[in-house]
């Protein structure tokens, strides 16, 4: 893959997103990013992420900016999940500067552009 060959690729492992002892809504779900700033282009893989019912709800990528923090988080695509593996393009709508994490929400048809991130799934924080 030539997205590999870039010289600041990063690759990072899905883990359960959970907050102040609230776990995430789907625990289990395993995978990882990978990620070029410089490219502007990334893959995410899944493991074990539920189908979903596109009318009712979709998974949507968050980017979290190091220089804009979550409050300006990125939307990065809003994507569905299919039985075995799921590998997904991602489409960040805004430039990142430099990725400093990467969040799954789950959120109505065709996504949001403000979530408020109370339905976690997966976070893959990018080590400094």
Do not use: C, H
Request: proline letters at 7%; a negative charge.
């Amino acid at each position: 893959m030539a997205l590999l060959a870039q010289p600041d690729v990063v690759q990072v492992a899905w883990s359960d997103w959970a907050v102040e002892g609230a776990g995430p809504e789907i625990p289990g779900v395993t995978g990882d990013v990978v990620w070029s700033d410089s490219a502007q282009r990334g893959y995410m893989r899944f493991a074990n992420l539920p189908v979903n019912d596109p009318t009712k709800q979709q998974y949507q990528l968050w980017i979290i900016d190091k220089e804009r923090g979550m409050s300006q988080r990125i939307s990065g695509g809003i994507f569905n999940g299919s039985a075995g593996e799921t590998v997904v393009e991602i489409e960040p709508r805004l430039l990142v500067n430099k990725a400093a994490a990467f969040a799954i929400t789950i959120e109505k048809p065709g996504g949001t552009w403000v979530s408020d991130m109370t339905r976690r799934v997966n976070i893959a924080p990018v080590p400094d």
